[in-house]
């Protein structure tokens, strides 16, 4: 299963990228990440070939797991100059996407799923599951990302891998 982990975090490096790049591992396949940040100001128009490789990339993804820190309550700025840049309910045609979110605590965990799982619906991705909320603190020691796995991953698979069910 071909994966792609798209890092809205204007921070290289972030604990954003560790979650989401856990998440891929625990559901296997071969990963791999786009840093946003990486891509700079090309992000500010259109036809800049850095974020065109970009965009190819994640639409050539089975499964797209599409993580950010949760800045005012939704994703963040540099997400949404990314996420612009696919057409309007085809541009992630035939890819499963996974909404991932990291927040300082649980008052924004409903933001996954009415800020940036709406938004990924909207541009033509298939997301089958609950978008995935972790506290940025905690992410790491806690069990949410094993609770989530045990709960969507086989629903993930089956999306993904519809064949494997024959």
């Not at 949760?70 to 696919?86: I, N, R, S």
């Not at 020691?141 to 045990?150: G, H, K, M, N």
Request: net charge negative.
């Amino acid at each position: 299963m071909r994966t792609v982990v798209v890092v809205g975090n204007p921070k290289p490096g972030s604990r954003t990228r560790t979650a989401g790049e856990r998440l891929a591992q625990a559901l296997g396949g071969d990963t791999d990440t786009i840093e946003l940040s990486e891509l700079g100001p090309g992000l500010l128009g259109w036809g800049d070939p850095g974020v065109a490789d970009a965009v190819a990339k994640v639409q050539s993804a089975r499964l797209a797991i599409i993580a950010s820190p949760t800045f005012k309550a939704t994703y963040t700025g540099l997400l949404k100059l990314f996420l612009d840049q696919f057409a309007g309910g085809t541009g992630l045609r035939d890819v499963v996407a996974i909404p991932l979110m990291l927040g300082g605590g649980p008052a924004h965990a409903l933001a996954v799923e009415t800020s940036l799982r709406p938004v990924l619906v909207e541009i033509g991705a298939s997301c089958p599951t609950a978008g995935l909320y972790q506290i940025d603190s905690t992410f790491d020691t806690d069990t949410s990302l094993a609770d989530w796995v045990e709960r969507w991953g086989l629903t993930v698979h089956r999306t993904v891998l519809p064949e494997a069910d024959d």
